[in-house]
T-cell receptor, first 114, second 114 residues
């Protein structure tokens, strides 16, 4: 089974802090994603990466950056956390080999910015 | 623009009753459609997907969905709900930009009464 592991289940940070959310997958997937989940809004794509050191903006990239130095690891960075970034963050990965291969999700990191 | 609408934010059914969760999409070409389920405290798990062919697709946990192009719908069904089906359900469509741009609906939260 594919395993996508997010390093923290809960995080509490202060406004202005630099925050790192880490995600690791163990299936050698080319594509990795960061989504934000908010009630009533579903999941919104922040960034995705289709290869090491490659990244593309999703629908809501403002206030975020990402890093993919190794194939298995994809980090989401909040350069200066703000209260409106309080949310559930979901990491996902998928194989690049098939157009219809599904997303595999981690269990999420619930971030609170105070 | 591509979009997914799940008209029901919250649904309550009795255990053993049938279930239908609605999903309407907006997409110009033949869509790739997905249903995911999120149990409390978990990431999202793929229930089923439609790409082409038979418009009635079977998924895991006894779920099925029917693609109706004329109605732009992809409703999820289950003939007899179990208490363990209580979760949040997300419909998603592959959007412009290829397979990496999944657009999710806002979700439907299902409660199951004993």
């Amino acid at each position: 089974d594919v395993k996508v592991t997010q390093s923290s289940r809960y995080l509490v940070k202060r406004t202005g802090e630099k925050v790192f959310l880490e995600c690791v997958q163990d299936m050698d997937h080319e594509n990795m994603f960061w989504y934000r989940q908010d009630p009533g809004l579903g999941l919104r794509l922040i960034y995705f990466s289709y290869d090491v050191k490659m990244k593309e903006k999703g629908d809501i990239p403002e206030g975020y950056s990402v890093s993919r130095e190794k194939k298995e690891r994809f980090s989401l960075i909040l350069e200066s956390a703000s209260t409106n970034q309080t949310s559930m963050y979901l990491c996902a990965s998928r194989s690049g080999g098939l157009d219809n291969s599904p997303l595999h999700f981690g269990n999420g990191t619930r971030l609170t910015v105070t | 623009a591509q979009s997914v609408t799940q008209p029901d934010i919250h649904i309550t059914v009795s255990e053993g009753a049938s279930l239908e969760l609605r999903c309407n999409y907006s997409y110009g070409a033949t869509p790739y459609l997905f249903w995911y389920v999120q149990s409390p405290g978990q990431g999202l798990q793929l229930l089923l997907k439609y790409f082409s062919g038979d418009t009635l697709v079977q998924g895991i946990k006894g779920f099925e969905a029917e693609f109706k192009r004329s109605q732009s719908s992809f409703n999820l069904r289950k003939p007899s709900v179990h208490w363990s089906d209580a979760a949040e359900y997300f419909c998603a469509v592959r959007g412009v930009g290829g397979y990496n741009k999944l657009i999710f609906g806002a979700g439907t939260r299902l409660a199951v009464h004993p």
